[in-house]
């Protein structure tokens, strides 16, 4: 499965931006997906997951109640709204397609990656 992530831009703090994430090729209609950054520097780190129903998403810590996946059940597209954005969620952000139906935190569970989009929050 080919992902693109799209929807990456400048923005000052306090800001809101919407990524989406987009399949082609085999579906990933009956697979979890999600959401990873990479700051320059950093490693990459999970950021939100949901499964293939496009229920019950999960966040990491750093972004909860700030941003809010979600995703067409029975599509292979998801969207990424973040808003409240701070200058520490400046990264790429990757898109995921999992290996199994469920949201999961864990890189080595997704098998196919986005290029990314870059996210830039200015203080």
């Known amino acids: 499965v080919q992902l693109q992530a799209f929807g990456g831009g400048d923005v000052q703090t306090g800001g809101s931006l919407r990524l989406s994430c987009a399949a082609s090729?085999?579906?990933?209609?009956?697979?979890?997906m999600g959401w990873f950054r990479q700051a320059a520097g950093k490693e990459r780190e999970f950021v939100a997951s949901?499964?293939?129903?496009?229920?019950?998403?999960i966040y990491a810590d750093s972004v909860k109640g700030r941003f809010t996946m979600t995703r067409d059940f029975g599509q292979s597209t998801m969207y990424l709204q973040m808003d409240s954005l701070k200058p520490e969620d400046t990264a790429i952000y990757y898109c995921?397609?999992?290996?199994?139906?469920?949201?999961?935190?864990?890189?080595?569970?997704?098998?196919?990656w986005g290029q990314g989009t870059l996210v830039t929050v200015s203080s």
């Open positions: 995921a397609v999992a290996i199994s139906s469920a949201a999961t935190r864990l890189t080595s569970s997704y098998r196919s």
């Open positions: 090729g085999r579906t990933a209609s009956n697979n979890g």
């Open positions: 949901i499964n293939w129903r496009g229920s019950s998403p």
